[in-house]
């Protein structure tokens, strides 16, 4: 069980309720077709969300990801487009063969950063979507535009913008959830320039140089990896 943490570091979206900005109406949607495609695994699904950095990518495609197997993060394989090869690709359209898992009706493949698998890789996931029988899905993210996949590539997918939330957005979500004063939200907010990751680290910057302990409106989960060291402009 993970402990529960009030650090803005530490903040993982556990719900749409956690997300600010257009990505939590984009999650709402998707997480409704999730519910449904699960109680009723009649077609597979394809979905590559697409926008800058810090907005609620990944977050959205792993909670679709859990609502889709019902929590079993056994049916779920996570990959950085980086690490995909052919070869992975390869070992992805053999498990096609057998139908369903032990565990549940959907099996999920998830990879961040699609477009920085392989050109051979992108190739053979062509087939391997072609491919995708019921009860399969591909969740994928990336910080570039579409243009910058092939064109095979993307029409294979539901692709989705996610936006960056507006200024004013961040900001009342960072005095709803840590109680800090109006201006100090808007200060960080501004300078997060709509990358949520970053106005939250800039927010733990902040609250460590000597605040008083922040007081949650609600209970966070905590899972402490951050991939991104960057300077406070508070
Ligand atoms: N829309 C959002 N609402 C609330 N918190 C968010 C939102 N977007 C990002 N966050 C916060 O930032 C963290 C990182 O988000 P996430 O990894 O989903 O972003 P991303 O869009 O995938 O970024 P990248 O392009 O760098 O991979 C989340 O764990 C959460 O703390
Ligand atoms: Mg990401």
Redo the contacts with the bound molecule.
């Keep these: 069980m993970k402990s529960v943490s009030t650090e803005p570091m530490g903040?993982?979206?556990q719900g749409t309720d956690?997300?600010?900005?257009q990505?939590?109406r984009v999650a709402e949607a998707l997480l409704r077709k999730a519910r449904r495609l699960r109680q009723s695994p009649t077609s597979n699904l394809r979905v590559l969300l697409y926008?800058?950095?810090?907005?609620?990518?990944?977050?959205?495609a792993e909670l679709v990801a859990r609502e889709l197997t019902d929590g079993q993060s056994i049916c779920v394989e996570e990959a950085n487009g980086k690490m995909v090869c052919a070869e992975t690709v390869r070992l992805w359209m053999a498990s096609l063969a057998h139908a369903g898992n032990l565990f549940g009706d959907w099996s999920v493949v998830l990879v961040?950063?699609v477009d920085r698998a392989s050109r051979d890789a992108q190739d053979l996931l062509l087939s391997y979507l072609d491919k995708m029988p019921a009860g399969r899905a591909f969740l994928a993210?990336s910080?570039l535009d579409l243009s910058a996949l092939t064109d095979r590539f993307q029409s294979r997918f539901q692709a989705i913008r996610?936006e960056a939330?507006t200024t004013d957005e961040i900001a009342g979500?960072l005095r709803d959830r840590w109680r800090i004063a109006a201006d100090v939200a808007a200060r960080i907010a501004v300078g997060s320039g709509g990358n949520?990751?970053a106005a939250?680290l800039d927010l733990q910057t902040f609250l460590d140089a000597g605040e008083p302990a922040p007081k949650p409106a609600k209970n966070h989960n905590r899972n402490g990896d951050r991939?991104?060291a960057r300077r406070s402009r508070v």
Excluded: C, M, Q, S
Excluded at 18 to 21: H, P
Excluded at 52 to 60: A, D, F, Y
């Design positions: 903040f993982r979206p956690d997300l600010v900005g990505p939590a926008g800058p950095p810090g907005v609620g990518k990944t977050t959205i961040n950063e993210t910080n996610l939330p979500f949520v990751r939250l991939r991104h």
